[in-house]
């Protein structure tokens, strides 16, 4: 496994314990800054798998 596998994998596992979910949430109508947490998770979590 690559290093940055390995940092994706640990920065995901940060973000389950941090930050809040979004799935139960309607995508549409969020703020720009959540808007930016979903984007920023979703990169995260793309990139550890």
Do not use: S
């Not at 995508?27 to 930016?36: D, E, I, M, S």
Request: charged share 25%; hydrophobic share 50%.
């Amino acid at each position: 496994m690559t290093w940055q596998k390995r940092a994706f994998r640990l920065l995901a596992a940060i973000n389950r314990r941090v930050l809040p979910k979004q799935w139960h949430r309607d995508l549409a109508r969020l703020g720009t800054a959540r808007k930016l947490l979903a984007a920023y998770r979703y990169w995260v979590t793309r990139n550890a798998l």
